[in-house]
């Protein structure tokens, strides 16, 4: 199978309206994608016809419009179990993203099963989303936070990693791909083997979940989350899928709303899954715009989207390379979509600044993984990631533009 074909790509760029401007005078370049995609009109549309139509709270009207409203909420709920493959739609709750879905579990999950020294076991390329809330939860317990160091090329060590797991740690908590590297984990073995020392594990989906289909019930995790705003469906809006079996002895985490079932003065009762998790008035335009981008994912094939996405991340990859003074950071055998570089007696700031007058945007930073940045003894990087409407002619320009950045720096 092969990416996308040329008419198949125009036809993908025309449904992105952002992507048809131009920055500084020159057509734009999206290779920021990791940090947030751009959306595509079907999104933009179902949010747009739901504030001007069919605006209302959901759940608690028993007129049309918030019924209407609550259908679709609801019908978003089985969308993306379908997507994920979860068993049942209760095991689905709806958050403001990848973050608020970790801090929701290391909050409730913490008061479930954690104890005085109790640890958590992570790796050494976690977005800081999944890394300061368990080292929180730790030190709370005076626990130890557990780290899976990672090696020169940007890969975890598996033997160090289940080493680790001896340790008994009362949940792994791991990134399927690394924001900052492109690293794609072995997350299947990684589980298997959490499990068969009878440890849950978390899967921060952020990063794959607009790359790869997942199966939430093949890979076996008890957890997975991620953001709307990284596959093409609004900010402020994502998932926290977890196994019924953990969701019904958790404890809520916020209080208000929809999550209760009686309230005294001095009693609650909760509601059952999965509104015990959703307290307050949700996003309700988010969540249908999050369900507009499951479909567009549906209908592009989100298999040729990630094989598509690969030829140009070797493509750009080989022709960086060439360029004198350039040091890639990662070099995994299993890698998504994701270029980090340096380039020897530059900034990235400098770098990035120089593309952006080009039209090329780029990221540079510690991209929120301060401990890959130590781990790589780099200040940042300067990244490129990308989506499935980028293009091979993109990658030419892209790597034309830090070529000369590069001969204006050096
Ligand atoms: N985890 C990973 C791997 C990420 O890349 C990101 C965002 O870049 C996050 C978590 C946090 O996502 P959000 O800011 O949407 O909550």
Aim: charged fraction near 20%.
């Amino acid at each position: 199978m092969n990416g996308f074909t040329a008419s198949e790509l125009n036809e993908l760029r025309n449904q992105f309206p952002a992507l048809h401007q131009s920055i500084y005078g020159k057509p734009l370049i999206y290779l920021d994608n990791a940090a947030t995609t751009q959306k595509p009109q079907l999104v933009i549309d179902r949010i747009t016809k739901y504030y001007t139509f069919e605006n209302c709270n959901i759940h608690r009207g028993v007129h049309y419009l918030s019924q209407e409203a609550t259908a679709a909420y609801e019908d978003v709920r089985a969308k993306v179990a379908g997507f994920i493959h979860a068993a049942k739609s209760e095991e689905v709750i709806f958050t403001r993203g990848t973050t608020e879905s970790i801090n929701l579990i290391a909050s409730s999950f913490g008061k479930l099963l954690f104890e005085t020294g109790d640890s958590v076991l992570i790796t050494g390329m976690e977005h800081h989303s999944n890394l300061v809330p368990w080292q929180q939860l730790c030190k709370n317990h005076n626990g130890e936070l557990l780290v899976a160091e990672l090696d020169e090329r940007g890969e975890v060590s598996m033997e160090q990693y289940g080493k680790l797991l001896e340790q008994k740690p009362k949940l792994v908590a791991i990134t399927h791909i690394s924001n900052a590297l492109g690293t794609v984990n072995p997350i299947k073995e990684m589980i298997a083997m959490a499990h068969a020392n009878d440890i849950p594990v978390l899967i921060d989906g952020a990063q794959s979940v607009a790359h790869m289909r997942i199966d939430v019930q093949e890979l076996d995790c008890d957890f997975f989350v991620f953001s709307g705003h990284k596959m093409y469906g609004p900010m402020g809006v994502g998932v926290l899928y977890g196994k019924q079996k953990w969701l019904e002895q958790m404890p809520p985490w916020q209080f208000g709303g929809e999550m209760v079932d009686q309230v005294s003065l001095h009693e609650t009762t909760f509601n059952q899954l999965p509104f015990k998790f959703e307290a307050g008035t949700p996003n309700v335009a988010g969540v249908l715009g999050l369900g507009a981008a499951i479909d567009f994912l549906q209908q592009t094939d989100l298999e040729k989207i990630g094989l598509h996405e690969m030829i140009i991340l070797n493509y750009a990859l080989e022709k960086l390379k060439s360029i004198p003074g350039i040091r890639i950071i990662g070099n995994a055998a299993e890698r998504a979509g994701v270029i980090s570089f340096v380039v020897e007696g530059t900034h990235p700031s400098d770098i990035g600044t120089l593309l952006d007058k080009m039209g090329v945007a780029v990221r540079t930073g510690h991209h929120c993984a301060q401990p890959v940045m130590t781990h790589f003894n780099v200040p940042g990087t300067v990244r490129a990631s990308f989506a499935a409407y980028n293009s091979l002619a993109e990658a030419d320009i892209f790597v034309e533009a830090v070529q000369k950045a590069v001969n204006m720096l050096c």
